[in-house]
């Protein structure tokens, strides 16, 4: 029998605020404590029997197996945690101007920030899921990308910087059918220290 890694549980990011302007208690608490926290709880029972199976598996195929299927959840569970995480932790109350390397940036590649925010407006009503701002290192550029579902839409070598949610459930609560209403809200409490804490975090490989 292949030896076994004993996964330790992922922590559970705590929620930082109970509400935001135009985003209520009841919108956000039932986002954070069950959505999010489902995605993490789903993402270690995947880890966990990845673990006793992965290496010592039989008759492996592309078709159907217990293998393939827990490895692409593995990539859905994983990337629904990463993604809320980035999400939650990119707002804040009442938000923050941009300013500093993430201004110089959307103002380089988007030619203004209020372009860049017109585009997130638009790419927000085209997602199914996902809007993501990141730098593209093949194309040493910020990039805009779009995501209908966790593990779909992603591009390799590029980093997350900030994240807006899109899927109903993010909104609902407060705004029913208006999604475009809430972008807006989220505009409002973007945390741009956040964001450009992820940039720093880059240090020079952004350019």
């Given at each position: 029998?292949?030896?076994?890694?004993?996964?330790k549980p992922r922590p559970v990011k705590?929620?930082?605020?109970?509400?935001?302007p135009g985003l209520s208690k009841d919108?956000?608490?039932?986002?954070?404590?069950?959505?999010?926290?489902?995605?993490?709880?789903?993402?270690?029972?995947?880890?966990?029997?990845?673990?006793?199976?992965?290496?010592?598996?039989?008759?492996?195929?592309?078709?159907?197996?217990?293998?393939?299927?827990?490895?692409?959840?593995?990539?859905?569970?994983?990337?629904?945690?990463?993604?809320?995480?980035?999400?939650?932790?990119?707002?804040?109350?009442?938000?923050?101007?941009?300013?500093?390397?993430?201004?110089?940036?959307?103002?380089?590649?988007?030619?203004?920030?209020?372009?860049?925010?017109?585009?997130?407006?638009?790419?927000?009503?085209?997602?199914?899921?996902?809007?993501?701002?990141?730098?593209?290192?093949?194309?040493n550029r910020l990039q805009t990308y779009?995501?209908?579902?966790?593990?779909?839409?992603?591009?390799?070598?590029?980093?997350?910087?900030?994240?807006?949610?899109?899927?109903?459930?993010?909104?609902?609560?407060?705004?029913?059918?208006?999604?475009?209403?809430?972008?807006?809200?989220?505009?409002?409490?973007?945390?741009?220290?956040?964001?450009?804490?992820?940039?720093?975090?880059?240090?020079?490989?952004?350019?």
């Amino acid at each position: 029998m292949a030896q076994t890694t004993q996964m330790k549980p992922r922590p559970v990011k705590a929620l930082k605020y109970e509400e935001l302007p135009g985003l209520s208690k009841d919108q956000l608490t039932p986002h954070h404590d069950v959505l999010y926290v489902g995605y993490v709880k789903k993402a270690d029972q995947i880890q966990e029997r990845l673990s006793e199976i992965e290496s010592a598996a039989q008759g492996v195929n592309a078709t159907y197996h217990e293998l393939r299927e827990l490895k692409m959840e593995e990539t859905f569970a994983t990337n629904g945690v990463r993604l809320h995480e980035a999400y939650f932790e990119n707002l804040t109350p009442g938000g923050n101007p941009p300013a500093g390397r993430i201004k110089d940036l959307l103002e380089r590649d988007y030619g203004s920030v209020e372009n860049w925010l017109n585009c997130l407006r638009n790419d927000g009503m085209a997602a199914r899921g996902w809007v993501v701002l990141a730098y593209d290192f093949e194309d040493n550029r910020l990039q805009t990308y779009i995501s209908d579902v966790h593990n779909q839409g992603g591009v390799w070598n590029c980093m997350t910087l900030l994240v807006l949610d899109v899927y109903e459930h993010a909104y609902f609560v407060d705004y029913k059918t208006g999604r475009k209403d809430y972008i807006e809200t989220f505009i409002k409490n973007i945390d741009w220290a956040e964001v450009n804490a992820r940039v720093e975090r880059c240090g020079s490989a952004i350019r």
